[in-house]
């Protein structure tokens, strides 16, 4: 496995023809299986697999865990190894954030809704760093996660404003045996809130289930399950930072009275200091 620090190493370690061989798989590191399937996802689709490691500052805001966020370099360089990955990219915040850094990515009114809300300039973070790793890969493809399907529908987006000559791919969430979702973040949670953390997948289901049970019926029935959510989750000890229905083609809140027929259920709550995401796909012909 090839292991590049800076950009001058990177451009020496990347194949000679660039172009259509390159499968990169942006992580933040703290690597678990669910990085696992990413980059075996990538390996399937052919050719180089390239994964990024880089705790990026600038989607983290005032107050977040930017600094006590998991740094396991020689674990993930390990994890990285056994799973066959072909280069690893472990750029320096200085390079991949100059100082004198003026130009940021603009995630637009989908950016600011559900996480943008409670996390300003998240997004526009995330973009930001995402097209530089493109422009230093020029990947095929990238794959990223469906547990973050903002994320995921916002670089779809921006690769299709911008033109960007590279294919997104989502993957499925892999999740834990109790359902909760793998996350770098859940090594925050005490055995005891990891042990409570399995309601959150759970209490999701049970609406996504109720809403396919409920479709032609009345739209504010429909919607009201929202609240029956949060409030569930409220009682079950999570604090809720939001329970969204998004439409799947815009990201737009769903809010009736007309319901798409393919929509996304999106929540985050707060399990003491902790912050879990998860999104289940609604249909009303499930
Ligand atoms: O999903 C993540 O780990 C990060 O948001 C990403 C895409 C690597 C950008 O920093």
């Known amino acids: 496995m090839r292991v590049a620090r800076s950009f001058s190493e990177l451009r020496t370690l990347l194949p000679p023809s660039r172009t259509g061989r390159i499968w ?81 990515v603009s995630s637009g009114a ?11 300039d998240h997004f526009d973070g995330v973009l930001t760093i995402v097209l530089k790793l493109f422009h230093l890969f ?21 690769v299709r404003d911008f033109d960007l000559p590279v294919r997104v791919l989502g993957h499925p969430t892999v999740r834990d045996v109790d359902g909760l979702a793998l996350s770098s973040r859940n090594r925050y949670l005490s055995p005891e809130e990891r042990k409570q953390a399995s309601v959150f997948p759970a209490l999701l289901d049970h609406m996504a289930r109720r809403w396919s049970d409920l479709a032609g019926r009345n739209p504010g029935e429909r919607l009201a399950l929202r609240s029956e959510l949060a409030r569930n989750l ?13 439409d799947r083609q815009t990201f737009s809140p769903v809010s009736g009275p007309e319901i ?27």
């Open 110 to 120: 989908v950016g600011r809704l559900f996480c943008g809300a409670s996390r300003p």
């Open 138 to 158: 020029s990947p095929e493809g990238a794959v990223f996660g469906e547990k973050d399907r903002q994320q995921l529908f916002l670089i779809q987006t921006m």
């Open 234 to 246: 409220e009682e079950a000890g999570f604090r809720v930072d939001y329970v969204a229905i998004a």
């Open 24 to 104: 990169l798989v942006p992580t933040m590191g703290a690597l678990h299986d669910g990085h696992g399937a990413l980059i075996d996802r990538a390996r399937s689709e052919g050719g180089f697999v390239a994964v990024s490691i880089f705790v990026n500052p600038l989607q983290f805001g005032p107050g977040e865990d930017l600094d006590r966020y998991p740094r396991t370099e020689e674990a993930d360089l390990a994890f990285l190894e056994r799973r066959g990955t072909d280069l690893v990219f472990l750029p320096s915040a200085r390079e991949i954030v100059p100082p004198k850094r003026q130009v940021t």
């Open 260 to 286: 798409p027929v393919q929509a996304f259920l999106l929540a985050a709550v707060f399990l003491g200091k902790t912050r879990l995401i998860d999104n289940r796909e609604l249909s009303s012909s499930v």
